[in-house]
T-cell receptor, first 114, second 112 residues
Framework: AQSVSQHNHHVILSEAASLELGCNYSYGGTVNLFWYVQYPGQHLQLLLKYFSGDPLVKGIKGFEAEFIKSKFSFNLRKPSVQWSDTAEYFCAVTGPNTGNQFYFGTGTSLTVIP | KAGVTQTPRYLIKTRGQQVTLSCSPISGHRSVSWYQQTPGQGLQFLFEYFSETQRNKGNFPGRFSGRQFSNSRSEMNVSTLELGDSALYLC???????????FGPGTRLTVT
């Protein structure tokens, strides 16, 4: 079965700092990769996704992620965070080799200090 | 299009009772998945239904069951509730296998 690791459990940044959240998955082959965000009191929403093509994908609100197949990674980045980015971030992986089931990481809680 | 809807939004039950949660997917989506979300555990996958058939199942005891109807609406049932079942239960739908999931607001279940 697939497993997804998010090594940063809690991240605290000041506004304007750069962000990078790690995501690694265990099972190779064809994968579809996602980052979801859960703002306080809101439901999970899709931040960005990768299915194929350019490994650098851009999402909403200035976020981007890079798929590095050799490292089984899909790290999330943002050059300058804002207070409104305070949220929980989840990485997810799916693919035909694992029954197309979604596998989620345990999440990273980001707090941005104004 | 309307998003994924879940009812009820909040529920308080006592140990030993059973509960049924409902999920209506986005129109046209045939896949519905259920997750349990607890602090520190992230999203734990319960099961996925596609066209009324359970396609995938997570590692939860048999007290957790689900079903999907012909209109793609889904229900999840938990019998003999335990304190540890207190959680946010999320439903997500997608159009097919190679698509992203869209989440509902969740049902907050508290077991006392």
């Amino acid at each position: 079965a697939q497993s997804v690791s998010q090594h940063n459990h809690h991240v605290i940044l000041s506004e304007a700092a750069s962000l990078e959240l790690g995501c690694n998955y265990s099972y190779g082959g064809t994968v579809n990769l996602f980052w979801y965000v859960q703002y306080p009191g809101q439901h999970l929403q899709l931040l960005l996704k990768y299915f194929s093509g350019d490994p650098l994908v851009k999402g909403i609100k200035g976020f981007e992620a890079e798929f590095i197949k050799s490292k089984f990674s899909f790290n999330l980045r943002k050059p300058s965070v804002q207070w409104s980015d305070t949220a929980e971030y989840f990485c997810a992986v799916t693919g035909p080799n694992t029954g197309n089931q979604f596998y989620f990481g345990t999440g990273t809680s980001l707090t941005v200090i104004p | 299009k309307a998003g994924v809807t879940q009812t009820p939004r909040y529920l308080i039950k006592t140990r030993g009772q059973q509960v049924t949660l409902s999920c209506s997917p986005i129109s046209g989506h045939r896949s519905v998945s259920w997750y349990q979300q607890t602090p520190g555990q992230g999203l734990q996958f319960l099961f996925e239904y596609f066209s009324e058939t359970q396609r995938n199942k997570g590692n939860f005891p048999g007290r957790f069951s689900g079903r999907q109807f012909s209109n793609s609406r889904s229900e999840m049932n938990v019998s003999t509730l335990e304190l540890g079942d207190s959680a946010l239960y999320l439903c997500a739908s997608r159009a097919g296998e190679a698509y992203e999931q869209y989440f509902g607001p969740g049902t907050r279940l508290t077991v006392t």
